[in-house]
């Protein structure tokens, strides 16, 4: 009976697992949104693809925009004779040219310091070679690479782990559910046999032998309520949810052949895609 039970409750669920694969892509789909750990690499990825669009950047012509003012009013200055120096030249020229051509000028008191003096400027830099530059480019990139590996492997294995999870859930309600028309099955054969008893039918070994039948598929279904409710708290437990909420599942059996022969269940395998 138990060897029965077993096959009959594998075969129902490999046709069941055909068709909860819609509710079974929306829960991945929710598992990988809302675990944590996911959102950490995501956010790990982020700051890699920023350093790497900032080592990129290096590559390219830096302009700046700079200004100086000055502003002296007084200290240190440097005195310049000019007048001294051009004056006697000045005058002989005026003299030979019989004008005022050339006029006459001061010395100069030059201050070290510029007074009130406003520079603004472009400065323009390019690297024309560097190699520091360059490795560092790729340094970036292959962080980028391998940041998004990570976090492809931690989906996979999360996704599989979610297919489990949810397979279990699965196998562990089909389970009761035959448990439960078993224990119906075995309760009226042990109605039954009590009746033949009293009609002095049979002997009371067939009654005892009923009765152990009807107490092991009462255990049996007990055991598969306790798989029910570890598998629906370990798949909650992978979606990040409440661990008592409810699993959806939908079932199609009209379309069985139809999914069988049109090998829908293996037409959109990441696996298998090149």
């Given at each position: 009976m138990k060897i029965k039970i077993v096959v009959l409750a594998a075969g129902l669920l490999l046709t069941n697992c055909l068709f909860a694969q819609k509710y079974l892509d929306e829960y991945i789909q929710i598992g990988l949104t809302k675990n944590l750990s996911i959102q950490q690499q995501n956010f790990a990825?982020?700051?890699?693809?920023?350093?790497?669009?900032?080592?990129?950047?290096?590559?390219?012509?830096?302009?700046?925009?700079?200004?100086?003012?000055?502003?002296?009013?007084?200290?240190?200055?440097?005195?310049?004779?000019?007048?001294?120096l051009l004056n006697p030249v000045y005058t002989t020229l005026n003299?030979?040219?019989?004008?005022?051509?050339?006029p006459q000028v001061t010395n100069q008191s030059i201050l070290l310091n510029p007074n009130n003096f406003y520079d603004?400027?472009?400065?323009?830099t390019l690297p024309l070679l560097n190699m520091e530059i360059a490795y560092n480019k790729r340094i970036k990139k292959d962080q980028v690479s391998m940041q998004q590996i990570e976090i492809d492997l931690f989906k996979r294995e999360l996704a599989k782990e979610i297919k489990l999870a949810y397979y279990k859930y699965l196998q562990a309600a089909e389970a009761i559910k035959i448990?439960?028309?078993?224990?119906?099955?075995?309760?009226?054969?042990?109605?039954?046999?009590?009746?033949?008893?009293?009609?002095?039918?049979?002997?009371?070994?067939?009654i005892v032998r009923a009765k152990n039948e009807v107490s092991k598929i009462e255990a049996m279904q007990k055991t598969a309520v306790q798989n029910a409710q570890s598998a629906q708290a370990y798949f909650n437990f992978l979606l990040n949810r409440n661990l008592a909420d409810s699993i959806l599942m939908d079932y199609d059996y009209n379309q069985v052949a139809a999914i069988l022969s049109k090998g829908a269940a293996i037409s959109g395998r990441e696996e298998l895609k090149n």
């Open positions: 990825l982020e700051k890699s693809v920023y350093a790497l669009k900032e080592a990129k950047t290096l590559f390219l012509p830096r302009v700046s925009f700079m200004t100086d003012y000055f502003r002296a009013g007084g200290g240190r200055t440097v005195d310049f004779p000019v007048g001294d003299q030979l040219t019989g004008g005022n051509n050339f603004a400027r472009f400065r323009t448990y439960n028309a078993a224990l119906d099955l075995v309760k009226e054969s042990s109605r039954i046999n009590s009746v033949l008893h009293a009609n002095d039918k049979v002997n009371n070994t067939v």
